[in-house]
């Protein structure tokens, strides 16, 4: 029996030419038909009203509140981030296989699984 080729394996990923491995669940790659990177911006809805709220504080002379408002939305602004996903296209459908704010570490993966599913053939 041949061992299987690895392409990648980091953080609990593994992918080889067989098998894509994440967060305990195990896919055949003989199953994965495409594979992409999603990404997913985060709703700026709430930080956007406080920012608001703060500017029509200011034009009111209310400084304490504008401050407050300005910076409690500017941080929450601040604060979110994009979420970028592993999608894996299989015979049943489309699956996000894995979520992550860390775009490099995603296209690492999707770039090994489009190896693998090269290898197999």
């Known amino acids: 029996m041949a061992t299987e ?3 990648l394996q ?4 593994t992918v080889t030419h067989a098998r894509f491995i994440v967060s305990g669940q195990t896919y055949a790659m003989s199953g994965i038909t495409s594979v992409k990177a999603g990404e997913r911006k985060p709703s700026r809805g709430w930080p956007v009203s406080l920012i608001v709220i ?5 034009l009111f002379g209310s400084i304490g509140a504008a401050v407050i408002f300005l910076a ?3 941080l929450w602004w601040y604060l979110q981030k ?3 996903a592993v999608l894996l296209r299989t015979a ?16 690492r993966i ?8 090269v290898a197999r053939g």
């Open 92 to 107: 049943s459908g489309e699956a996000e296989a894995l979520t992550s704010k860390d775009k490099g570490y995603v296209t």
């Open 10 to 13: 980091e953080n609990g990923v």
């Open 82 to 84: 994009t979420e970028y």
């Open 5 to 7: 080729q690895t392409f």
């Open 54 to 58: 703060g500017v029509g504080a200011l």
């Open 110 to 117: 999707v770039a090994a699984l489009n190896d693998a599913i």
């Open 72 to 74: 409690a939305g500017g």
